[in-house]
Structures are given as structure tokens and as C-alpha cells.
């Protein structure tokens, strides 16, 4: 859209504003008439700051797209949903593991399961790493968190649901133990999941804290008190992966 302003069309309309049906000009339309001609063609009836660099100083004034829109706010941006599952459109940042306290030294991320049990005491870690940024694939740092979930497919299910933690430390999956677990939150966000096949998860909260400070994504924790354990199909299965869906408005 071009929008044009010239000083007739100006005069034109205070002129039809003035007249007070006996066909003749007001006085105050005659005073503004005469003001706008003698100011001269630097005088176009647009605010200066939406006036282009370059436009012409005479004759009809040009005002750009990019002005207009500045000029008036635009409808709310539409959300946006993005999935990260390992190995799916290029996203290659999902880790998990588990830790055991019978094996304090022992690293289990290469397992094709990551599980969580109460006897012996385990725990189940997962985390999509990469998912703020700004790129087309990442979720913008700030944006508002409309809804995420997480699905995952329990392979062995358990008697009863586990609980599912904020982790708040780092960890790596090649490397992490029972020995060097790390910290997370001792308040639980949702049941973890114990009957098999797939699970969704509402994750939203735990999205929403990450996005206002992404540097804090150290992902969750799976623990129960049950003896007997949950099993998932992790980040290295052939499929059915954990699975994150999250829908979001940029800032």
C-alpha cells in the first residue's frame, strides 16, 4: 500500500469542512488555505518521521509500507508448534540415561532403555538440549508458552506412578553416574507414567521456565518409591523416541 498526501487535497478538504452552506469559504478555512500555500512544498500534511529518506520534497509525498505498518499496530501473531524427537528433521540433541545407586560409578546412557526404581533406588534423566534459539527450528528465548507435551512410550510398566522433577544442574549422558547425578527440584511437576505404551504428558510449566530462561533447560528427573521399575524406549530407539511438542507466540 502507498498512501499519498498532497497540499491540494489538503486545501480541498478544508475547504469542503468550511463551508456552511451559503457556498462561500469560512474564515477559518481561508486562514488554513493560506497557511498551507505559504508554507511551502516542505509543509506535506505527514508527520516528517514517516517520510522516507530521499522523497521528494515537492508534489505528493510517499510514504513506504514499513512506515504504515509502524504506524498502526497489526493483528496478534498466530502460534507457532514445533516437535523435537533424536533423528527426526535434523534435531540430534535429546540425551537420557539413567542412575543406579548399587552401581554409584557405573554410566548407563548407552542402554536401550533409560528406566527409574525404587529397589535398588534409580533414576530416570531426559533433556532436549538446543530447543531456544534463534533459528527456524528453535523456540525464540522469551517466547509465551501456550502449551508442550511430552510423549513417551513405557516399554515395562510398573505397579504404581513415579514422579517427574525439574532437573537443575547439568549433567552428560556419556558420562553422568550415581556419583555425579545431578541436582533437581524435590517438589514433583507430574505423575511419571507406569502402565505401558505411550504417554502424553503436559510439560507446559516446566517449558514456560526455560523459555524465560533458557540457560536453566537441564531437563526432568523420573523417580518412583515402587520395587518395581519403569522401563521407556529412549532418545537411541528405532522408534517411537521421546517425543516434545511445543506450541508458543514469539515475543
Known sequence: MIRLVSVMSLALGLIACGDDGGGGDSPDARVAIADASQAGPDAAAVDAPAIADG???DGPVVVP???VADAAPGPDAAPTTLTFQQDVSGYISTQDSSVQSASPSSNFGTLSVFAWDGDPTSVGLLQFGAIF???GDQIPP???IVSATLTLQVDNGSDAAGTIHLVTSAWSEGTVTWATQPTYDASSLA????TTGAHVIDVTTSLATWSASPASNFGWAFATASADGVAVRPSEGASAQPLLSVTYVSP
Open 55 to 57: 522523497a521528494a520534497a
Open 65 to 67: 509500507d514499513a512506515a
Open 133 to 135: 534459539g534463534s533459528a
Open 142 to 144: 522469551g517466547a509465551t
Open 191 to 194: 505423575d511419571a507414567p507406569f
